[in-house]
């Protein structure tokens, strides 16, 4: 569903006119703003198959730190993978990544684990890896991208959209103070019914995620 399929979902429940363009008014632009908010919230409630994708780091020999390109310090990695030798990379904390560069011989080789460390001028997080890579090495991050803000009329949620449209819908509705009968409650109510049927259909898709296994 488009940006401006979103704004005028909300603004017909809201018993508003449509518009031909997300900023034709003052009321469709705030309705864009709760879509965004909601938009957010949404994505941070469950790890969605549409935001599922991999960043690729490709390593020069005696570099250690990269910039994940495109990750836009959005991203949650699922698994990291060495994909030129075949195994799965471990991640490890700073302290870690600094007792083995600054208080150790550092060692070259084929690299198994990974940190983050900050975020470079384009707003990507920084990624470093250990062994010190000794040649060309393709790491695949398997990661779960959280999106920019929707902004133009023809962007694309890549979420499921009702949850979306409903939780909207129950932000404005607070802010209005009044929707016609249905009290704001009730909506936020509405939205987190919708959430949960969606992450519940997502969840399908992922059954080893949603299993719990003692240790």
């Known amino acids: 569903m488009t940006y401006l399929d979103l704004v005028n979902n909300v603004l017909r429940r809201m018993r508003e006119d449509e518009v031909s363009n997300v900023s034709e008014t003052t009321y469709s ?3 864009g703003d709760f879509i965004n908010d909601a938009k957010k919230l949404v994505e941070a409630a469950w790890d969605w198959s549409g935001l599922r994708t991999t960043l690729t780091v490709n390593t020069e020999a005696g570099i250690f730190s990269y910039s994940l390109v495109g990750s836009q310090n959005r991203v949650k990695a699922l698994d990291v993978l060495n994909d030129t030798s075949n195994f799965f990379m471990e991640y490890r904390g700073s302290s870690w990544f600094n007792d083995k ?3 150790r011989d550092v060692i070259s080789g084929e690299p198994r684990y990974y940190t983050y460390n900050g975020i470079d001028s384009n707003g990507d997080s920084k990624v470093e890896f250990y062994p010190k890579p000794d040649d060309v090495y393709e790491i695949r991050f398997n990661v779960i991208l959280r999106n920019s803000d929707l902004a133009n009329n023809s962007d694309i949620l890549e979420i ?6 409903h939780l909207a819908i129950a932000l404005l509705a607070r ?3 009044e929707t016609g009968g249905t009290a704001a409650p009730e909506y936020f109510a509405i939205a987190d019914k919708h959430l949960s049927d969606a992450v519940a259909l997502d969840a399908q898709k992922h059954p080893d995620e949603v299993v719990w296994y003692p240790c």
């Open 160 to 165: 499921p959209a009702m949850p979306v449209i």
């Open 175 to 177: 802010e209005r103070g």
């Open 101 to 103: 560069y600054l208080n």
């Open 29 to 31: 632009k705030m309705v």
